[in-house]
């Protein structure tokens, strides 16, 4: 059977994505990849920027709720500030993890912005709180991407604007980056005055629809994993993916199955480094929580089953009101992201009051990270963010009275970023 099938593939998934996190060194690595990445692959998000002569600063930050959190920040004191954020069991590094030719984080800053990259709670950078241990208080793990959004982003955004001087940044969030936001820009409405413009990349919203081949796991997932507890921890070993060819062939497989095939996009020069800063860590609740989602095709706050009443005073949670997001919002997808069907992002951007870009990549194979990592990413997708960001800074048009961008995809293909920034007006 097809569905039957399907859960198989998940199931076996689920196996390999904990092997990835068990494995020693071998030979293998140094005889196939180049120094320089096997070095990248164990540093941290300071050292890769330090290693490229950025200028990189650590910021510290506590939440209402006393989880301590890391923000990265390429610093360019002055200058307009951007903040980024991550996807589910991701970290700061993800924007620069590509290189300086490559990640968006360089890309902005080199544009000329002050370049902040988030973390949220629980993430290698992210693990500490005032009061809870990690390691031993199980109550430290009781939160989703909801808390996230409540808590998280709230004091990255106040801590950067009180360090800049600034009243509003611009913001870009790919995935679970977006889905938080969208709980924050929902549930405290007064944010939004804060946010120049939302860039949301590949966001995960409504899931009624997903093709991830991990949707079968979905029905299963909540019986095998124990909510508030933690997920995939950061290892600073490489895994058991980086043993043979056949081994990177196999969790390769398994990668596309979820996210959506696209080896063309995909640097396969890069594997070592990025199979070492994925995963890092969050809460089972975050998957939960996703898993959720699709079972309901809401978009709603965690379902805590028989406790509902006590917190919610209904049976339900409720959903979260969409139409408090009155930040403009730009909205970036692909045609071949596993976590991400049309069907669901057209219905996220008719819910959103003040959708400004609605902005489908036309290239047909792009997945759920090609934006982010991808080999053309740098030329098909950032320049294009960079322009239409640029429009909403000095209070540009509002509530999505005009859905063209200037400079299109097709446009800015074959443009170098000095070329680009030119075509913008810098
Ligand atoms: C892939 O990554 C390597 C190492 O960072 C880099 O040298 C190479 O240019 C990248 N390849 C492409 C096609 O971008
Ligand atoms: C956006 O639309 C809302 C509701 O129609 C309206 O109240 C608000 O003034 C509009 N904002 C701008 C900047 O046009
Ligand atoms: C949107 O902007 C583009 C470029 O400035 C312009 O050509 C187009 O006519 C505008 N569309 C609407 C509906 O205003
Ligand atoms: C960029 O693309 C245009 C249109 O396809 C082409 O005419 C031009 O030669 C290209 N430029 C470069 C630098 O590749």
């Known amino acids: ?14 196996f390999w994505l904990t092997q990835l996190l068990t494995a020693g060194e071998t030979g293998f690595l140094e005889d196939h990849f180049p120094a320089s990445v096997l070095e990248e692959a164990k540093m941290t998000t300071v050292q890769l920027l330090a290693k490229y002569k950025y200028p990189v600063e650590t910021h510290t930050v506590t939440t209402e709720d006393k989880y301590v959190l890391q923000m990265h920040r390429i610093a360019r004191p002055g200058a307009k500030p951007v903040l980024l954020m991550h ?30 990259l988030g973390n949220s709670r629980g993430n290698r950078y992210s693990r500490s709180h005032v009061k809870l241990n990690p390691n031993t208080d199980k109550a430290y793990w009781s939160f989703s991407w909801h808390e996230i959004g409540y808590y998280d982003l ?11 001087g600034y009243q509003k940044l611009s913001y870009f969030g790919h995935s679970q980056g977006s889905t938080s936001f969208f709980v924050m820009a929902s549930t405290r409405p007064e944010y939004n005055t804060k946010i ?11 899931m009624g629809n997903i093709q991830c081949e991990f949707k ?11 909510e508030g507890r933690e997920l995939l921890p950061y290892s600073n070993k490489f895994t058991g993916c980086m043993m ?64 509902n009443h006590r917190i919610y005073g209904r049976s339900k949670p ?14 970036y997808y692909t045609r071949n992201d596993y976590l991400n069907a049309l069907k669901d992002v057209k219905r996220l951007i008719k819910r959103l009051p003040n959708v400004v870009e609605d902005h489908l990549y036309p290239y047909k194979k792009w997945n759920h990270i090609d934006m982010i990592w991808g080999i053309s990413a740098r030329r098909l997708a950032h320049p294009v963010m960079l322009e239409v960001m640029r429009r909403y ?20 293909a074959n443009m170098t970023t000095e070329s680009v920034l030119k075509a913008v007006g810098t």
């Open 393 to 412: 800074e000095a209070g540009g048009p509002q509530n999505g009275t005009n859905l063209t961008t200037t400079v299109s995809p097709v446009e800015t």
């Open 196 to 206: 120049n413009l939302m860039s949301a990349l590949s966001p995960v919203v409504y």
């Open 318 to 331: 409720p959903d979260y009101p969409l139409e408090k997001v009155t930040a403009p919002v730009a909205i």
């Open 154 to 164: 709230p004091a990255l955004i106040d801590a950067v604007l009180a360090k800049t």
């Open 244 to 307: 043979s060819e056949t081994t990177i062939q196999t969790c390769l497989y398994y990668v596309w199955k979820a996210i959506g095939k696209d080896p063309a996009e995909f640097n396969k020069t890069m594997i070592p480094a990025i199979l070492n800063h994925l995963p890092c860590g969050g809460s089972s609740n975050q998957f939960i929580h996703y898993v959720q989602l699709y079972k309901s095709d809401r978009f709603c706050a965690y379902d805590h089953a028989k406790e």
């Open 216 to 226: 079968g796991l979905a029905y299963r997932f909540i019986n095998i994993v124990e």
């Open 87 to 116: 996807g589910l069991l991701d970290s700061s590094a993800t924007w620069i993890l590509m290189g300086p030719h490559s990640g968006l984080g360089y890309f902005l800053y080199d544009a000329g912005y002050d370049v902040w």
């Open 1 to 14: 059977m097809q569905l039957e099938s399907g859960r198989w593939t998940c199931i076996r998934s689920l």
